[in-house]
């Protein structure tokens, strides 16, 4: 069928998963901008559930890299920032999903770090256009090994952190994000097809900052182990 490509084709990109040998294979990367309240402060923002709602960026999955890699410090930025986000796995389609039913498509759950050209992303926003120079590039999306929601169960709350060489950084708890994990299936899939393979990278809390050559990130949250990541010197 596809003998007749004019190149190779790019392998599937996947993700480990927590005691199997099967690997995740990763279709679309959602994230969902401004989801703790306390960070859309620290932007110069904020947030009001009950007049506004969600709303999402995507990045390629060509952007994706395991946790533990080592990468260079990204082109025509200098302002690079890390995000620690809860990242949530769908294994199963849905569309108009109820938020009763948001569960039963999740296979699991990783931690991932957001990873944002910040003065790219300002001089979108300022100038009213894309954001997607300052989020969706090479090795912009960090990928934990993934939790099964059948080994570790529906996962709502529990501490999130992130470290730049052994400093804490960022610390909030799951419980802090404006909308939760149930309703930001509900509304995306107002939107789109949710498909197997697509993630949803939750959103950051407070504490995003810099990183410069030579730096080491390391994230954890709750019960999902943690998430490393080196800037080459
Ligand atoms: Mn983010």
Redesign the pocket.
């Known amino acids: 069928m596809s003998d007749n490509l004019l190149f190779p084709a790019k392998p599937t990109v996947s993700a480990e998963i927590h005691n199997s040998d099967k690997r995740f294979p990763v279709n679309r990367i959602f994230?969902v901008?401004r989801n703790y309240l306390a960070h859309a402060i620290e932007m110069g923002t904020t947030v009001d559930k009950t007049s506004m709602e969600p709303f999402y960026f995507l990045k390629d999955n060509s952007a994706l890299i395991p946790s533990g890699s080592t990468i260079p410090y990204p082109p025509m930025t200098s302002n690079f920032h890390y995000?620690m986000?809860f990242v949530v796995a769908i294994d199963k389609p849905g569309f108009n999903v109820s938020e009763d039913q948001a569960d039963d498509i999740v296979f699991g759950y990783a931690c991932g770090l957001?990873m944002?050209r910040r003065d790219l992303q300002q001089k979108g926003k300022d100038g009213g256009k894309p954001w997607d120079f300052g989020k969706n590039f090479e090795n912009a999306a960090v990928l934990s090994t993934i939790y099964p929601k059948s080994q570790i169960g529906v996962i709502s709350q529990g501490p999130i952190e992130l470290r730049v060489n052994g400093a804490t950084k960022q610390s909030s708890d799951l419980n802090m994000l404006i909308w939760n994990v149930r309703e930001v299936i509900a509304d995306l899939s107002k939107y789109y097809h949710l498909e197997p393979g697509d993630l949803i990278?939750t959103?950051?809390p407070e504490g995003v900052g810099p990183v410069i050559a030579g730096d080491k990130i390391e994230g954890s949250i709750a019960k999902l182990g943690g998430i490393e990541l080196t800037i080459k010197k």
């Open positions: 994230c901008g995000e986000e957001d944002t990278y959103g950051t």
